[in-house]
């Protein structure tokens, strides 16, 4: 038990002590002097809110690269959401934003330098507003939104805005919407073109 807490320690002062650098998973190992070094590093994300990032959060690191990215605490809602949890929250809300739209792994429309679209899972109502973590409160949400740009964060259009967006719209735009709504109802397309025949 000390060991446990000792090696955690050791990992969570390393951290703070190179912030914002690449540590590998070899010098982490040493450091925390446990071949639990993995694990603990995971309770420091999970439980104690570390800011720590692997290539799952940032491309540009390689796999076993770890950095601590700030000291700002990590969204509580991040942390104790089984991987069961957040599959399902995804793929129920088609693994896209369910602010902006923004699909997974496309460029993000609103982020200027293209990168693509990582989805995080987020409370539809906030926990410290008495909100759950099941599953019927949590939401797919892109880093974009969930780092607070709020105000590019639109209310979902009702049918009348996006009508009127799409009058607005190139030609050219406008078929890609056609090709893109074929491709997501397939069998409502062949339902709808059997009735206009008729
Ligand atoms: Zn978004």
């Not at 439980?47 to 940032?58: A, F, Q, R, Y």
């Not at 959401?81 to 369910?98: H, M, P, W, Y």
């Not at 009508?163 to 409502?188: H, N, S, Y």
Request: aromatic letters at 6%.
């Amino acid at each position: 038990m000390t060991k446990k807490l000792g090696s955690k320690r050791k990992l969570r002062d390393f951290f703070q002590a190179n912030l914002g650098k690449i540590l590998d998973s070899k010098t982490l190992q040493v450091v925390a002097d446990s071949s639990e070094w993995a694990r603990r590093i995971r309770e420091l994300r999970n439980e104690e809110g570390l800011n720590i990032i692997t290539h799952n959060d940032d491309s540009s690191l390689k796999p076993g690269q770890y950095k601590l990215l700030d000291l700002k605490p990590r969204p509580a809602f991040a942390r104790g959401i089984s991987k069961e949890t957040r599959a399902f929250v995804l793929d129920r809300n088609g693994f896209t934003c369910q602010m902006c739209g923004a699909v997974a792994g496309e460029p993000h429309p609103y982020d200027q330098a293209g990168r693509k679209t990582r989805l995080h899972i987020g409370h539809v109502i906030d926990k410290s507003m008495g909100g759950t973590d099941d599953a019927s409160n949590l939401r797919a949400i892109c880093s974009v939104c969930n780092e607070g740009a709020k105000n590019l964060t639109l209310p979902r259009p009702d049918w009348m805005k996006l009508a009127a967006q799409i009058r607005r719209a190139p030609g050219d735009v406008q078929l890609q919407a056609l090709e893109w709504l074929i491709t997501k109802f397939p069998k409502q397309t062949d339902a709808i073109t059997a009735k206009r025949k008729n």
